[in-house]
């Protein structure tokens, strides 16, 4: 069946970088879009990233350009995160997503 783990997350200090990885299996990984979306306390989930099939095309959601980069492994069936310059804002549950199966987030928290 599909899975999909997320990790990297974590507790980072305003300005600091984290990568958050998301392990994908029980599809093939290399012919699909992949996505990242966040989750912050009392607001909707929202989407940050997407990445084409092969990398090559990427979107960005407004609050992340410039500092946020998606990419992904196929042989090694991995979509990253590459999360850099993190303010507060920024703290979230961060999910994985494939067409309409999740992963179950991994915890971001931006705080001095």
């Known amino acids: 069946q599909v899975q999909l783990v997320e990790s990297g997350g974590g507790l980072v200090q305003p300005g600091g970088s984290l990568r958050l990885s998301c392990a994908a299996s029980g599809f093939s990984f290399g012919i699909y879009d992949m996505s990242w979306y966040r989750q912050a306390p009392g607001k909707e989930r929202e989407l940050v990233a997407l990445?084409?099939?092969?990398?090559?095309?990427?979107n960005y959601a407004d609050s992340v350009k410039g500092r946020f980069t998606i990419s992904r492994d196929n042989s090694k069936n991995t979509v990253y995160l590459q999360m850099n310059s993190l303010k507060p804002e920024d703290t979230a549950v961060y999910y994985c997503?494939?067409?309409?199966?999740w992963g179950k987030g991994t915890l971001v928290t931006v705080s001095s």
């Open positions: 997503r494939y067409r309409y199966y």
């Open positions: 990445i084409t099939s092969d990398g090559g095309s990427t």
